[in-house]
C-alpha cells in the first residue's frame, strides 16, 4: 500500500506513497534551495518511522486478542475472508486512479479540504477509541462516571433491527474532547505532530479491528498488495502523483531537519499507513494463532515482528543505496510471511497454522444462538 517517503511539507503523501529518498527544494525568496538532510537527521528520521510504526502493531496485536470478545459495536472486529482479500487490490488500484483522475481535473485545494473535513471525524473517533484503555486507567476512582447508550433503530415490534448500538460513559466523553482539540490543531495547523497523533491512531485501530479469518488469506492479501504497491510505483507515476497532491492524515512523519528548526521542521521522511497495517493485520493473525496452541513462546508473533522490523529496515537500505522511491510491500511481505514459514516448517507445525481458521463474531454468535436452541 503505502511507502516511505522523504518530501517537503506541501505536499504530505497518500496512502500509496513510495518509500523515497528525494530532498525536495523549498523556494526562498523565489530561488529553489535544496535541503540536504545530515546523517543525524536522517537517522533521527528512519529510526523513529520504524519505532512509531511498531508502536501500532503490537500493542494493536494485543488488543486484536481481546477485541473480539467485546458486546460493544464499536469494538468488534472486522472479519477478512479470502475473497475480500482477493478484491481488495483490484478495489484498491480503483480508488487510486481514481484520485489521480480527481486531482488532474479538480482543483487539488477543494479536494483536500473536503479530505480534511473527513478525515477530522475519523480521525477524532479513531483517537478517541485509541486512549480509552488508557483513560480507564487514569480515571480517577472518586469522579462518577456515568453510562450512555446511543441507540438507532429500524422498523417496530419484532421487526425492529439495530443499526447502531453504542454504549460509553464519561471517560469515553473526555477522550472524546482530548481528541477533538488534536482535530482541530490538525485541520487549521497541519502539524506534523497532530498528524502522526491521528496517523497512529489510524493504524492501531486498523490492526486491532481487522481480522484476517486465516493465514491463507492473509497470504492473498498481502501477496495482491505485494503486485499492486510494485506496480503502482515501477509501472506508473500514478502513486507519487496521487501522494504529492494528497493532504490526510494517512502516513507518518518525520522531519530530518528536526535538530536544526525544531518543531517547524519542514522536510519529511514519511511511512504510509498501508504498510504499517497490512503487514499489521498478518502480525496480529499469527499472535492469535499462538494464543490457540495455549503456549506462552508467542514464537510465530516475535517471528513476524522481528521480520517486519528487517522487511522495513531493508527498505530503507535499499533506497538509499539505490537512490530511488521504494514500494515497502516489495520488501514487508516475503519477510512477513516467509520468516513465520520457515519457523512453522521446523517446529513441524505447517499445517496447523494454515488450518486454522477464525469465524467472525456473527457467525459465532448464530453457532452460539444454534447450540442454545439445541
Given at each position: 500500500?503505502?511507502?516511505?517517503?522523504?518530501?517537503?511539507?506541501?505536499?504530505?503523501?497518500?496512502?500509496?506513497?513510495?518509500?523515497?529518498?528525494?530532498n525536495?527544494?523549498?523556494?526562498?525568496?523565489?530561488?529553489?534551495?535544496k535541503f540536504?538532510?545530515?546523517?543525524?537527521?536522517?537517522?533521527?528520521a528512519?529510526g523513529?518511522?520504524?519505532?512509531?510504526?511498531?508502536l501500532?502493531?503490537?500493542?494493536?496485536?494485543?488488543?486484536?486478542?481481546?477485541s473480539?470478545?467485546?458486546?460493544?459495536?464499536?469494538?468488534?472486529p472486522?472479519?477478512?475472508?479470502?475473497?475480500?482479500?482477493?478484491?481488495?487490490?483490484?478495489?484498491?488500484?480503483?480508488?487510486?486512479?481514481?484520485?489521480?483522475?480527481?486531482?488532474?481535473?479538480?482543483?487539488?485545494?477543494?479536494?483536500?479540504?473536503?479530505?480534511?473535513?473527513y478525515?477530522?471525524?475519523?480521525?477524532?473517533?479513531?483517537?478517541?477509541?485509541?486512549?480509552?484503555?488508557?483513560?480507564?486507567r487514569?480515571?480517577?476512582?472518586n469522579?462518577?462516571?456515568?453510562?450512555?447508550?446511543?441507540?438507532?433503530?429500524?422498523?417496530?415490534?419484532?421487526?425492529?433491527?439495530?443499526?447502531?448500538?453504542?454504549?460509553?460513559?464519561?471517560?469515553?466523553?473526555?477522550?472524546?474532547?482530548?481528541?477533538?482539540?488534536?482535530g482541530?490543531?490538525?485541520?487549521?495547523?497541519?502539524?506534523?505532530?497532530?498528524?502522526?497523533?491521528?496517523?497512529?491512531?489510524?493504524?492501531?485501530?486498523?490492526?486491532?479491528?481487522?481480522?484476517l479469518?486465516?493465514?491463507?488469506?492473509?497470504?492473498?492479501?498481502?501477496?495482491?498488495?505485494?503486485?499492486?504497491?510494485?506496480?503502482?510505483?515501477?509501472?506508473?507515476?500514478?502513486?507519487?502523483?496521487?501522494?504529492k497532491?494528497?493532504?490526510?492524515?494517512?502516513?507518518?512523519?518525520?522531519?530530518?531537519?528536526?535538530?536544526?528548526?525544531?518543531?517547524?521542521?519542514?522536510?519529511?521522511a514519511?511511512?504510509?499507513?498501508?504498510?504499517v497495517?497490512?503487514?499489521?493485520?498478518?502480525?496480529?493473525?499469527l499472535?492469535?494463532?499462538d494464543?490457540?496452541?495455549k503456549?506462552?513462546?508467542?514464537?510465530?508473533?516475535?517471528?513476524?515482528?522481528?521480520?517486519?522490523?528487517?522487511?522495513?529496515?531493508?527498505?530503507?537500505?535499499?533506497?538509499?543505496?539505490?537512490?530511488?522511491?521504494?514500494?515497502?510491500?516489495?520488501?514487508?511481505?516475503?519477510?512477513?510471511?516467509?520468516?513465520?514459514?520457515?519457523?512453522?516448517?521446523?517446529?513441524?507445525?505447517?499445517?496447523?497454522?494454515?488450518?486454522?481458521?477464525?469465524?467472525?463474531?456473527?457467525?459465532?454468535?448464530?453457532?452460539?444462538?444454534?447450540?442454545?436452541?439445541?
Open positions: 500500500m503505502a511507502d516511505i517517503e522523504q518530501g517537503s511539507s506541501a505536499a504530505l503523501p497518500t496512502e500509496g506513497t513510495p518509500l523515497q529518498d528525494a525536495d527544494t523549498d523556494t526562498l525568496n523565489g530561488t529553489a534551495a540536504v538532510a545530515t546523517a543525524e537527521g536522517t537517522a533521527l528512519y523513529s518511522l520504524v519505532l512509531m510504526a511498531l501500532p502493531i503490537f500493542f494493536g496485536a494485543l488488543r486484536s486478542v481481546s473480539s470478545k467485546s458486546k460493544n459495536s464499536s469494538d468488534m472486522e472479519t477478512i475472508t479470502s475473497r475480500d482479500a482477493a478484491r481488495f487490490p483490484i478495489i484498491a488500484s480503483c480508488t487510486l486512479f481514481g484520485l489521480y483522475l480527481f486531482f488532474k481535473i479538480f482543483s487539488q485545494e477543494y479536494i483536500n479540504l473536503l479530505l480534511s473535513m478525515f477530522f471525524v475519523l480521525g477524532i473517533l479513531a483517537l478517541s477509541h485509541t486512549m480509552s484503555p488508557f483513560m480507564n487514569v480515571f480517577p476512582a469522579l462518577p462516571n456515568k453510562q450512555y447508550q446511543l441507540l438507532f433503530t429500524q422498523g417496530t415490534g419484532e421487526s425492529k433491527e439495530e443499526i447502531v448500538n453504542y454504549e460509553f460513559d464519561t471517560k469515553d466523553l473526555i477522550c472524546l474532547g482530548i481528541s477533538s482539540v488534536v482541530v490543531w490538525y485541520v487549521l495547523k497541519k502539524h506534523w505532530v497532530a498528524n502522526n497523533l491521528f496517523g497512529l491512531a489510524f493504524a492501531l485501530n486498523g490492526v486491532e479491528l481487522l481480522h479469518n486465516n493465514v491463507s488469506t492473509g497470504c492473498i492479501l498481502l501477496g495482491g498488495l505485494f503486485v499492486y504497491d510494485v506496480f503502482w510505483v515501477f509501472g506508473t507515476n500514478v502513486m507519487v502523483t496521487v501522494a497532491s494528497f493532504e490526510a492524515p494517512i502516513k507518518l512523519v518525520f522531519p530530518q531537519d528536526l535538530l536544526e528548526r525544531g518543531l517547524d521542521a519542514s522536510n519529511f514519511m511511512l504510509g499507513l498501508g504498510d497495517v497490512i503487514p499489521g493485520i498478518f502480525i496480529a493473525l499472535l492469535r494463532f494464543v490457540s496452541l503456549k506462552n513462546s508467542r514464537t510465530y508473533f516475535y517471528t513476524s515482528f522481528f521480520a517486519y522490523i528487517f522487511g522495513l529496515g531493508f527498505t530503507i537500505f535499499i533506497m538509499h543505496t539505490f537512490k530511488h522511491a521504494q514500494p515497502a510491500l516489495l520488501y514487508l511481505v516475503p519477510a512477513c510471511i516467509g520468516f513465520p514459514v520457515v519457523v512453522a516448517l521446523v517446529k513441524g507445525e505447517l499445517t496447523e497454522m494454515f488450518r486454522y481458521e477464525e469465524s467472525s463474531p456473527e457467525l459465532e454468535a448464530e453457532k452460539t444462538e444454534s447450540d442454545k436452541d439445541k
